[in-house]
């Protein structure tokens, strides 16, 4: 559902998650090489300092240790209790722990929804026993927890058999459970550490935004990275998100399904066009999250979004590149080029500056300093003339050979810049993993590929700071279309322009119109959504005659094609044309909550799938950005002299039929007008149709 529920830090639940005082391992094996055995194996390995207690009740000792033939049999009631065992074991252990007083419960088994109906009702079960009880629930098919703060590795993941786990600020929350194991070995292999690393699993209970949520005051943490294999529990990650950004906190996630294929709707396009995987697109950047589309650059994204924070204003737009190196550079400026990112030439003014430090630089695209460059007072004196330049937002060097085996020459003086006031970052051409140690260690942003460079900048420069949160609306009610007449009052009701309109019997007689002919009569009925499927539209009527004729017409068509519709009346507009048109659409995801899409209109809608979309409701000044996403609008936007479309009207407009999403009492699931008609500029835009889905 979409809402304004807020959320708050748990600290006691993040206690319990992350560092128990007691664990119980149920199910624990004897044979710490497999899954069952790992954990205890892993825990003291990693020093954990709380009580561990394992239960077999086929045995007295786990691995040397004591063992417990049940929970009942504890000298405690532990925190936190992992199920290692089948899953045809698991509900009856749940509710045992429910019953003792555990906090909380992580399930390793898989077996629920994924597995058909009798894994979802299973999982349903699971649910009702933590919703009833107050047990907290991490899984189904969760490989468990690690916090290497607390010494906590609390997982059945092979990969933490890794000594010596990384500490560092960063913590994750990932669907997939193998995907933690792979974050941390790529993690040390970069020096790159962490707060904590939860596998989410099946969601039953806890989920990704909750666990996040949970820690948000913990000052150890510092960000976040999310691995989803899908856009669940929409409004808790929507909540997490918009504390995340009061407290600075950076949130950055790779999440799967950017080649699905588009969600269909039934009754409008809206669905259709915008397609399950561009809305969670939207609702991640609109809620201040960076989404990258490279998994290298889950890993180094957040130091360089520590240093562009996320703010109100717009979000930095134009790098600077130098470099010691033109094909490596050319390599960055073509990945950024391709994701919108503009790489800005120096201005007069700092080219000035490089020649009278004595630097000389190839003036283009990119600062290119050549093997000059090499040189530890040529790039700092290049990087600090950089930092003062107001063409740039952000500065990339991008460091040659001399990165491997004497990086004091080149990647020391951007080691030296790294409390500048402007955002740097460093991309290494050849594999330097020594320079890159230094660079994460100085916590200066460094990248070893052009693609991951590009794609971090980008997600950074693409997020959004999160704007006002519309009241909840549900969405599983059953809904009604509404006919275009009564469309047209909902439009009224948010101030979204429409073509004057008149109704009339379908039975005739044809009234006398308040406007001038042609007129385009249709058929308006509740029933009849998509009303050229059944011949329901008469176009270019020229006179009173004609639209008794049109009535006719319109009877004859819906006897013959659509005999069990009920029609009682219809609707008459005067004709009207426009330089162009748009779809504008409004609906209620399950997931992401309100959505506001501008598209291309007529046949590019769907052809192209040219279109903007937003979380609702959006300011006028968000619909204007998104008019200047929707490339088929560019022709009317006064381009090499044609003539310029009433843009400003239309960013009203948009903006207006958003509003759906704070007026709850109009009970609106869905709302599309297509076509809008964009008129000359100064002349406004016009609704000619308008779907409307009330629940």
């Known amino acids: 559902m979409n809402t304004t529920a807020t959320i708050q830090p748990d600290a006691a639940l993040a206690q319990a998650l992350l560092a128990p005082r007691s664990v119980a391992l149920f199910g624990a094996s004897d044979d710490a090489g497999k899954t069952a055995g790992r954990p205890l194996k892993f825990l003291r390995a990693a020093g954990f300092a709380g009580k561990i207690y394992p239960i077999n009740p086929n045995r007295q000792s786990v691995q040397g240790e004591t063992a417990y033939p049940s929970l009942a049999d504890l000298p405690e009631v532990p925190e936190h209790v992992f199920i290692l065992t089948p ?36 999982e349903a079960a699971l649910t009702d026993i933590s919703r009833k009880t107050g047990l907290r629930i991490l899984g189904p098919s969760s490989l468990g927890v690690v916090n290497p703060r ?15 786990l990384p500490q560092g600020r960063v913590f994750v929350a990932s669907h997939s459970g193998s995907m933690i194991g792979s974050l941390v070995s790529r993690g040390k292999a970069r020096g790159v550490g962490f707060a904590g690393l939860v596998s989410v699993g099946g969601e039953s209970d806890l989920c990704v935004g909750e666990i996040c949520a949970a820690t948000l005051d913990d000052p150890g943490i510092g960000g976040y990275l999310l691995f989803l294999e899908s856009l669940r529990h929409g409004d808790k990650l929507r909540a ?28 409008t396009h809206t669905g259709a066009l915008a397609g399950e995987d561009d809305i969670a697109d939207a609702f991640l950047k609109d809620l201040g999250i960076a989404r990258v589309g490279i998994l290298e650059a889950l890993l180094e994204t957040f130091p360089l979004a520590e240093r562009i924070p996320l703010s109100g204003v717009s979000a930095p737009k134009r790098v600077g590149v130098v470099t010691t190196t033109g094909g490596g550079a050319a390599m960055a400026v073509d990945q950024l080029g391709i994701r919108d990112v503009v790489v800005e030439p120096a201005s007069a003014e700092t080219l000035a500056k490089f020649e009278a ?32 330049a107001p063409e740039f937002d952000l500065v990339l060097a991008v460091v040659g050979s001399s990165a491997r085996f004497q990086p004091q020459l080149a990647v020391k003086p951007i080691l030296d810049s790294a ?14 993993p020594e320079a890159l140690a230094s660079l994460t260690a100085a916590g200066v ?8 460079c590009a794609d971090a900048i980008a997600a950074l420069f693409a997020r959004r700071s999160p704007g006002e949160q519309p009241t909840a609306q549900a969405v599983d009610a059953p809904v009604r279309t509404l006919s275009e007449a009564q469309a047209y009052e909902v439009l009224d009701a948010v101030g979204v322009p429409h073509a004057p309109a008149v109704t009339m019997p379908l039975q005739g007689p044809a009234k006398q119109l308040s406007f001038g002919y042609p007129v385009v009569a249709k058929v308006c009925s509740e029933d009849i959504p998509h009303k050229t499927e059944v011949g329901g539209v008469v176009l270019g009527i020229q006179d009173h005659a004609g639209l008794e004729t049109a009535l006719a017409t319109l009877r004859t068509n819906l006897a013959e094609r659509a005999p069990e519709k009920r029609c009682e009346e219809v609707l008459v507009q005067p004709m009207t044309k426009g330089l ?21 209109g007529g046949i590019w809608a769907e052809v192209a799938r040219d279109r903007s979309i937003r979380l609702a409701p959006v300011s006028v000044e968000t619909a204007r950005e998104m008019i200047a996403e929707v490339k088929a609008l560019k022709t009317v936007s006064g ?44 002349q406004g835009v016009v609704a000619v149709d308008a779907l409307v889905l009330r629940s």
């Open 357 to 388: 430090a004595g630097i000389s630089v190839s003036a283009g695209r990119v600062l290119d300093l050549t093997l000059a460059g090499t040189n530890y007072n040529v790039m700092k004196g290049a990087l600090d003339i950089m930092f003062q």
């Open 87 to 122: 899953t045809n074991t698991v509900l009856e252990a749940v509710q045992e722990c429910a019953g003792l007083g555990v906090k909380v419960v992580t399930i390793l088994a898989s077996g629920f929804s994924e597995s058909g109906p009798e894994g979802a009702a299973r």
């Open 150 to 164: 607390a010494g906590l590795v609390l997982t059945a993941n092979a990969a933490f058999a890794e000594p010596d």
């Open 240 to 267: 997490f998100a918009v504390e995340a950004a009061k407290r600075g906190k950076p949130v950055i996630a790779y999440k799967l399904g950017r080649s699905a294929a588009a969600a269909e709707m039934a009754a």
């Open 580 to 600: 162009t048109e748009v779809l504008v659409g409004y609906r209620i995801d399950a997931e992401a909550g309100s959505i506001i899409m501008l598209a291309a």
């Open 419 to 432: 409390l500048s006031a402007k955002p740097l970052a460093a991309m290494l051409v050849p594999d330097a």
């Open 445 to 452: 942003p460094c990248f070893r590929s052009p693609e991951a």
């Open 639 to 682: 381009l090499r002299g044609r003539p310029r479309g009433d843009l400003e009207a239309l960013a009203q407009a948009v903006s207006a039929l958003s509003q759906l999403a704070v007026k709850p009492e109009l009970r609106i699931a869905e709302a599309e007008v297509n076509p809008m008609m964009v008129l000359p500029e100064g």
